[in-house]
């Protein structure tokens, strides 16, 4: 395998144009987008040795390798590096490998993107040097502290398998909407005689739209009113929430004297009514 053709760059490449090559081929041939698993193996194994000056300069002028076998009275045919020593006593397939660590990286995304749903792209260096880029999908629904595991993307470099990448999700406190499960609440204001004789309010949704909350007649301010199915969704079932709103009352101010006069008789008209009553 050549590695600046597996690449697609010249061998006289400077580090920039390797690093965006990579980003390109990795990001074309990663196999959670479809792309073939041998082929992006492939990739990360061509930068990991290109990236590093040393390896690179080892690579592009090799040094001439012995060969297996050693003449008709050599160990020709033996089978290998382990066949080898096992024929002296020594057995090496019993040693046992050294696990990989995971790695741990933090995803940030707002109350907007955990409620549609966000796809970013992600790069984080390996102990070894090597830079691993991972697209996360972070799926609608997602909470604050949610962990996405990528099996196989964490540290490399002792004989067993790689670690993997945990992903972890924080989710930004939204101004507006407080988060409870899968319900929001939030708060909102109406005109006082909304309350009397009925109004509504506009209610803006994570989602960008409105929502319309009703007032009846003769409803006490500060009530919490229930809109089904505004909520966040479900990380499972994709079922959406509630919304709960609180409407508090806004008094009029600056009035003048005739609009407080007519209030005053207003006010001895239903004081009358609920002595009637």
Do not use: W
Request: aromatic share 8%; net charge positive; glycine share 12%.
């Amino acid at each position: 395998m050549d590695y600046y053709e597996t690449l697609g760059v010249s061998r006289n490449a400077s580090q920039d144009e390797l690093k965006k090559a990579y980003k390109k081929a990795s990001m074309q041939h990663h196999p959670d987008r479809g792309g073939d698993e041998s082929k992006f193996k492939e990739i990360n194994e061509a930068y990991s040795t290109l990236k590093d000056p040393q390896k690179r300069q080892e690579y592009d002028n090799p040094q001439p390798q012995f060969a297996q076998g050693f003449g008709p009275n050599g160990f020709e045919g033996m089978g290998g590096f382990e066949d080898l020593f096992s024929n002296f006593g020594f057995n090496v397939r019993g040693r046992q490998q050294q696990a990989n660590p995971d790695i741990t990286i933090a995803a940030r995304i707002s109350l907007e993107e955990a409620y549609t749903g966000k796809v970013m792209v992600a790069s984080y260096r390996l102990r070894t040097g090597k830079e691993e880029v991972v697209e996360i999908k972070v799926p609608p629904g997602a909470k604050n502290g949610n962990t996405i595991r990528y099996e196989g993307f964490g540290e490399e470099g002792f004989p067993g398998p790689r670690g993997n990448l945990h992903v972890k999700i924080q989710v930004t406190p939204h101004s507006v909407f407080a988060v409870d499960g899968i319900n929001l609440h939030c708060t909102s204001k109406a005109n006082i005689f909304d309350f009397i004789i009925g109004g509504n309010v506009l209610i803006k949704t994570l989602d960008g739209g409105k929502v319309k909350v009703n007032i009846p007649a003769g409803t006490s301010p500060n009530t919490k009113f229930s809109i089904h199915g505004y909520g966040m969704p479900d990380l499972r079932t994709g079922r959406k929430g509630n919304l709960y709103v609180t409407i508090g009352g806004i008094v009029p101010k600056n009035l003048s004297q005739d609009e407080i006069v007519l209030l005053q008789k207003l006010r001895k008209r239903l004081d009358k009514k609920d002595v009637d009553s």
